[in-house]
């Protein structure tokens, strides 16, 4: 079967001379959860952000590759036409409009052509009851947790077959993060939506996920289901905390670390 | 009596032409610069229809009110829309040549001479009595035209769909764009509201007082009008209308009337100094004043 979204080597270049991911290819099948990980500025964010679109004050590019979801070339497309087709992110930060209400907020995005708006938001009061209790409260004075649910709320009225969420668990609470999680699970189950999850968390992101790739400094370097990477010695060791005993410094140049290039 | 009238007056024409400027601040962060020329190229407009329909004022009227609606949307989609997304200053002086060129072009075409517009239509401006005072028949359509659009724009931003979505591409163009909502569409539709209020604005007042174009000089009085409010708030603009009329009414009263067109930049001045983010604004707007 075909995957519902493909990378291909894709590159990015940032203000015409940094290039900031170079070849990554990944897969999402229908219905899965892939986890994206990697430190920090391993590309993650930035690989989430070309699927999505740029736009002119980002001064990003994708210079080489290619982004196929279903049967549309996505590469350098503007945002809001990303959206129509039904891919939708949730951002790491600014990821509510801060000065309108709970209800304002939900009847701002544009729902997928042919999708039925009424059901849509009131699927996302099913999914997120809480911010039922919240409809009037204006959106920057909400807390974290809710913040965050706002936003996958928001994102579910747009009616995505594709869900893109940056960084769910920052600067959230591990009881939020876990319930969040859930939520995600179920948003997967009942809808059918595929997710790509970005996370440095990566126990939480291995705990939901069926598949994940592992990125560092702009490249793929590990890829695999979700049981394998967890298992995987340099993952215990790099994310998961789970390391032996402790090595001393002089050691540690004699990581081994199995790396796959693409490209 | 006759004062706070004349006050009442002037503050619905710097609030009508304010919210035009308001109104693109809030959605793009763009200052336009040339609203005092698209609102005088309104007014000659009005001129052209006048003599096309001369029969039917009221055709003549809308069709220039519609014909500056149209000007506001094609001056987005020819020549704001390559700077959607990218840095404000560019824009910013986009309009200020925009500006140059429509000051250029309506002396060209209508030349220099001083209008009337009312004659045209074949209107007299009556003179009528209220509380001990009077108005012009334009004055009192200025206030009702200006309350009804504040009303209007009001219901509009808190309410539609559309100016929920206004709001929101006008906080975060980034999370708008993607959450679906095509960015050309809103900012194309707050040039034309804005066009359009700035239209009523220079229309009613050729109608009162005739038109040169020395009228583009009350469009840029009514900027520090907008600036005193606190550029992003309709409310704030509103004040701030209020603010600059009363001062200016009351200096030419009191004082001379040489000052007239001093005092909304005096006033404009000790507020950049005092209060840099204006009544109502966001504060953190600070660095883009």
Known sequence: MNPLLRVEKLEVVYGRAITSIQGISLEAHKGEIVALLGTNGAGKSTTLRAISGFLGLDDARVTEGAIHFKDNSLANRPPYLITKLGIVLVPERDKVFPNLSVVENLSAPVATAGANRKRLEEMAFTFFPKLAELRGRTAGLLSGGERQMLALASALVCGPELLLVDELSLGLAPVVVEDLAQRLVEIRDKLGITILLVEQNATVALSIADRGYVLENGRVVLDGDAARLKSHGDIQEFYLGGAGERRSYRDVKQYRRSRRWYG | MQLAINIAVLTAIYALIACGYVLIYRVSRVLNLAHGELMMLSAYLLITTASLFSKTPFIALGAAIFLSLCVGVLVYLFLMRR?????????????????????????????????????????????????????????????????????????????????????????????????????HVIYALAWGLSTLTGALAGILISLDSGLDSTMVLIGLKAFPAALVGGLDSLVGALLGSLIIAAAEVLMIYYVDALLSDVVPFLVLILMLVFRPWGLFGTREELDRV
């Open chain 2, 83 to 183: 700077m959607t997304g990218e840095m404000v200053l560019a824009a910013v002086l986009t309009t200020v040549a925009l500006g140059v060129l429509l000051r250029g072009l309506v002396v060209l075409i209508w030349s220099a001479q001083q209008q009337n517009p009312a004659q045209a239509l074949g209107w007299v401006n009556h003179s009528l009595p209220v509380f001990g005072g009077r108005i012009s028949a334009a004055g009192a359509a200025l206030i009702a035209t200006t309350a009804l659009v504040y009303v209007g724009l009001f219901l509009f931003l808190r309410f539609s769909r559309y100016g929920i979505r206004m709001r929101a591409a006008g906080q975060n163009p980034l999370l708008a764009a993607q959450r679906g909502i095509s960015l």
